[in-house]
């Protein structure tokens, strides 16, 4: 004879104003079990086979409820109330279940396809659903359990974490806890023994068959990528007669659950989790006994909150048909560290006393950035944006100012497309120069390979164009104290003089310009300038002994000229052309941090004070690529016209004007700003120019 239940689950039915309590009575029933033959074999064989019996509970607000999330006040909380009992129970009764398993492997995908041992690596002491929920839960664990202190009963207690929600002093001899944080799992009173296992990696349950007499599940359901393996491991180690118990909510880590349940209702998931039951085969019919209540609370200013809305609206505003969804993280995570510093040059913005970001968001697709831009307005947070380029005092990855923020780094989008007869290349601003210069260079063969010739002499390295012999003809006429011969020289292809310059072993092949890493990692602080006339030999001598009192000095001097003096200075944004000799870079760098930083400092600083008289003035030029607070940043985010003027003459010239007129144009608000980022002029804001509202952000 089959085995019944009668469930009753307990909850509260909460609005506005009232807490109102309410029972659902159910029966879960094997009257129709023999309409399931050819499913009695699943992990049973060469024994009588009794069928299982479930439970579903879920919460059922949905998402158009979180009416008061942008109007709570002071920032404390907000309000999802519930609806009224409706239908949703019926959902189970009487299904006409297809013959085949109606979900498609794409069902199962997520928007954040890293594993979920690294996301969950970091313990999470919280409880995620409320106390209304927690209590309508473990009063129906109460009527359904065994009895405490029951001899042989053992309960597994799946995806399991700190807490199992459990009656207060519930206690059997076997409780077995199944997660994914240790740390966690050690802390939950209710256990008498745990499992660390991925179950979306692993879905074969480390037990014998008929080894529980429950399995409860709360609110985990959703993740699983591989629920038929998971739920047919089930039925095999229940012992017949046993009950399983899936409880979710309408609340979840939106990033981690499977496709097919964020784009479904409440009244969906409960059929999805039917199905589950259903296809795995064993089981009685499934039944739903709900509670349809989840009152959610969140503290608008915290740091999980400013995370969780923005990776929820980054959800709702991403194009479904990208490829590929991005990948994200967050300081809880064991990678955050390690993703933030990949690419971060100076070692002075990586230190743990810099503030660090919110979330970094690596897209794949052009609309993840698009979502980024919409979603860090609307909750009001920075967005720093970090390229392949080299970024010198890391504004792109770190900040000065007091407000939170988040990084989209493009590490992913990184293509680059040649087009020798075009002779142009598109370039993703993920990609690193050694990226493009390699692809020009396979792309432009076999003109680019002809062997050009560098040259080294002493403590210098110089790039020449052409061949050994031309290059000593030149140096003999026009610099015979060097006393250069062919020895001193090097002759190899374009290509092979990057991999020098750039410092890579020799025997390096071009390819290890793909790897996108950076040999240079050092804390250091960096300066320029640009020549309009010959330094004279005193200026020379000063700079020689300045430079010998560092250990750590370094001066870089890029000859300027040719085609460059050829383009006019408002062609581009970058106006140092015509009249300017030379470029110097000023660098020094040091290996003990904070130790000795305030000392190299102080060198680099006096050394470019007595460069003054040599270089250019009115305004004194710098190079937006060696970027250098020193010439001024704002710390509050509100640049003002005339505060930006001091370093955006130094680095534009006159075409600062013409960037903040567009930068008026098209950011008047000043939504990507950074500690010298150009300024949008003051506005009169009417109906008639300039008027925002966060809705057209959707």
């Known amino acids: 004879m089959a085995n019944r239940i009668k469930p009753i689950l307990a909850g509260a039915c909460r609005s506005l104003s009232s807490v109102i309590p309410f029972a659902v009575v159910g029966t879960v029933s094997c009257s129709n079990f023999s309409n399931f033959p050819n499913k009695l074999s699943v992990g049973a064989k060469n024994r009588r086979l009794t069928n299982r019996r479930l439970v579903l509970g879920i919460g059922v607000s949905s998402w158009i409820q979180f009416i008061t999330m942008f109007g709570a006040p002071n920032g404390s909380s907000f309000l999802a109330s519930a609806r009224q009992k409706s239908g949703i129970e019926e959902v189970l009764k009487d299904v006409q279940w297809p013959e085949q398993f109606p979900f498609k492997d794409e069902d199962f995908q997520r928007f954040d396809e890293s594993s979920d041992s690294l996301f969950y690596e970091s313990p999470r002491f919280v409880t995620h659903i409320d106390d209304y929920a927690i209590a309508a839960l473990t009063k129906y664990y109460s009527e359904v359990f065994p009895p405490s202190n029951t001899p042989g009963v053992s309960i597994l207690d799946m995806c399991s974490s700190w807490v199992s929600h459990f009656p207060k002093g519930y206690k059997q001899e076997r409780i077995v806890g199944m997660g994914l944080n240790a740390e966690e799992l050690a802390r939950n009173p209710v256990l008498t023994e745990y499992i660390v296992q991925d179950l979306n990696a692993n879905p074969k349950l480390p037990f014998e068959d008929n080894s529980f007499d429950v399995i409860t599940n709360v609110v ?93 609206c980054l959800y709702q505003n991403t194009r479904p048909e990208a490829l590929l969804p991005p990948s994200w993280y967050i300081p809880t995570n064991s990678s955050f560290s390690y993703v933030l510093n990949s690419t971060g040059q100076n070692l002075r913005y990586v230190m743990p006393s810099v503030r660090k970001p919110e979330l970094i968001l690596m897209p794949t697709d052009i609309s993840h950035i698009q979502a980024a831009v919409v979603c860090a307005k609307k909750i009001a947070v920075q967005l720093r944006v970090r390229s392949g380029g080299h970024d010198y005092e890391g504004v792109s990855y770190a900040s000065e100012m007091q407000d939170p923020f988040m990084i989209i780094d493009m590490a992913k989008l990184r293509t680059v497309t040649v087009d020798i007869e075009d002779n142009s290349a598109w370039v993703e601003a993920g990609a690193t120069i050694g990226e493009l210069y390699y692809r020009i260079s396979e792309e432009s063969k076999p003109s680019m390979t002809q062997k050009g010739n560098k040259t080294v002499l002493g403590l210098f390295n110089g790039l020449f164009l052409g061949h050994a012999d031309q290059l000593l003809k030149i140096m003999q006429h026009d610099f015979p104290e060097l006393g250069l011969g062919k020895s001193d020289l090097s002759e190899m292809s374009w290509i092979e003089s990057v991999l020098y310059i750039a410092q890579y072993p020799s025997g390096s092949k071009p390819e290890v310009l793909l790897e996108g890493k950076s040999l240079f990692k050092n804390y250091f602080k960096a300066k320029s300038d640009f020549v309009k006339e010959p330094i004279p030999e005193s200026g020379l001598e000063g700079i020689w002994k300045r430079h010998v009192e560092d250990e750590g000095a370094l001066m870089i001097w ?23 000799k030379f470029m110097i870079q000023y660098v020094v760098t040091w290996q003990d941090g904070k130790n000795s930083e305030s000392r190299h400092m102080e060198w ?26 020193d010439l001024g940043m704002t710390k509050d985010g509100d640049t003002n016209f005339i505060e930006a003027s001091a370093w955006g003459h130094m680095y534009f010239k006159d075409n600062f004007y013409r960037l903040v007129k567009i930068k008026t144009e098209f950011d008047p608000r000043n939504f990507f700003r950074h500690e010298q980022s150009i300024p949008p002029l003051p506005v009169m804001e009417t109906r008639g120019n300039i008027q925002w509202d966060p809705a057209d952000d959707y």
């Open 220 to 312: 985990s359901v959703d993740y699983l990528t591989k629920p038929i393996e998971v739920f047919k491991e089930m039925y095999r180690i229940l012992k017949p007669g046993g009950l399983a118990i899936m409880s979710f909510s309408n609340r979840c880590f939106w990033t981690k659950a499977i496709s097919i349940w964020t784009s479904t209702s409440d009244a969906e998931h409960v059929l999805i989790v039917g199905a589950y039951f259903h296809y795995a085969g064993g089981f009685e019919p499934p039944r739903y006994n709900g509670f349809l209540i989840l009152t959610i609370y969140a503290s608008w200013a915290s740091a999980d909150s400013v995370q969780n809305h923005f990776l929820q």
């Open 558 to 580: 890029n000859p300027y000229g040719g085609m460059m003096s050829k383009i006019p200075e408002s062609h581009i944004p970058f106006p140092h052309r015509n009249g300017t």
């Open 604 to 629: 680099i600083r006096k050394l470019y004070n007595y460069m003054t008289p040599y270089v250019s003035m009115l305004p004194r030029q710098a190079y937006i690529n060696y970027r250098d607070l």
